[in-house]
């Protein structure tokens, strides 16, 4: 049970942490503060922010890479050295939780569920008379 609520307590963070992501997107793109793939643009760091990859684009300027449906945010060159590995890492610790959490859920239920029907069938359920 306590494994079953931790790691629906993990999921639940995932999907609260993407829908604050998706209106942060949506915030970017009312606030003009990003480019669409294609554009011409100085030269520097960008993150895409559909596939939260780090694209560099020489100096002077240079196109984006992709087309008007990527969205690139712009971002200072000290924060994708901080945090490009910081994304690295998260990706590197929390992959193999998530792997070996579902694997244990699943050997979980391969046991739990035949044994839930074993007992149900040696000793059904009675229903308690009224009186």
Not at 14 to 42: S, T
Not at 115 to 128: E, K, N
């Amino acid at each position: 049970m306590g494994l079953a609520l931790g790691v629906g307590l993990i999921l639940l963070a995932i999907v609260i942490a993407g829908g604050l992501v998706m209106a942060a997107v949506a915030r970017i793109r009312q606030a003009k503060m990003a480019e669409q793939g294609g554009a011409l643009v100085k030269g520097g760091t960008f993150l895409n922010l559909r596939s939260w990859e780090f694209i560099t684009v020489p100096r002077p300027a240079g196109p984006l890479p992709g087309t008007e449906g990527q969205v690139y945010l712009r971002v200072p060159t000290v924060l994708a050295l901080f945090f490009g590995p910081l994304v690295g890492l998260l990706f590197v610790i929390l992959l193999p939780l998530v792997g070996v959490g579902a694997l244990l859920i699943a050997l979980g239920m391969a046991v739990y569920l035949p044994a839930r029907r074993a007992v149900r069938a040696l000793w059904p359920r009675t229903t308690p008379t009224r009186r």
